[in-house]
């Protein structure tokens, strides 16, 4: 695997060993651009590696440093998110300029980019997860044309196919211990959503974001019963 050298100067020190591996997509007309941003001392952020449409990888920030890619973000209980992951720049233009599926030669170089990776760190697979998990107030990537799916049978990343489980769907308004059970269950995955037994806007927003990774074919912000049996094979699949 042949890494180009890219170097950015947007980074500071580490305190903890990374142990989480955060996916964004650049949500840029083109690689070069995001590529450029991603070193401009002005721009103030940066990732540790990019991967173009194309499969070549850039390495912008050494992973014993710390990178600005995530920015105000949450996974089990760390509001560091930047302190203890190596983030992962994909190209593609993003939802707002032409979001497309991502190519085979882009993916196969993203798994081995993270088979390297957990050579090097100890990274669960509970732990490699998009920016839309850390940041689902803020961030949508790498969106729901991200074959997870693939990642994981690759051997990156948490994926579950629990048998059909219609039923009763929560949404936005209700209350109750199966909405308290749900946020539960979606902190206890990592998610900053602490029960309360009211399913609100905010709970509606991580409901959408668990869906964008983990049902991809229903982001409607709905915890119907086939979320709600992901999520339960997930957290038996995490433990």
Known sequence: MDIIPAPSPNFNERHVPPDLIVLHYTGMATGQGALDRLRDPEA?????YLVEEDGRIFSLVAEERRAWHA???FWKGETDVNGRSIGI???NPGHDLGYRPFPEAQIAA???LIADIRTRWMVTDARIVGHSD????RKIDPGELFPWRRLAEAGHGLWVEPPPAPGPALAEGEEGAGVFALQAGLTRLGYDCAPSGRFDAGTATIVSAFQRHW??????GVADGETRARLIALL???A
């Open 44 to 48: 103030k952020v940066s990732s540790h």
């Open 71 to 73: 920015g105000v973000s």
């Open 89 to 91: 720049e994909i190209v």
């Open 110 to 112: 993203v798994i081995d």
């Open 134 to 137: 850390v940041a689902p107030s």
């Open 215 to 220: 049902r991809p074919e229903k982001v409607d």
């Open 236 to 238: 038996r699949a995490a």
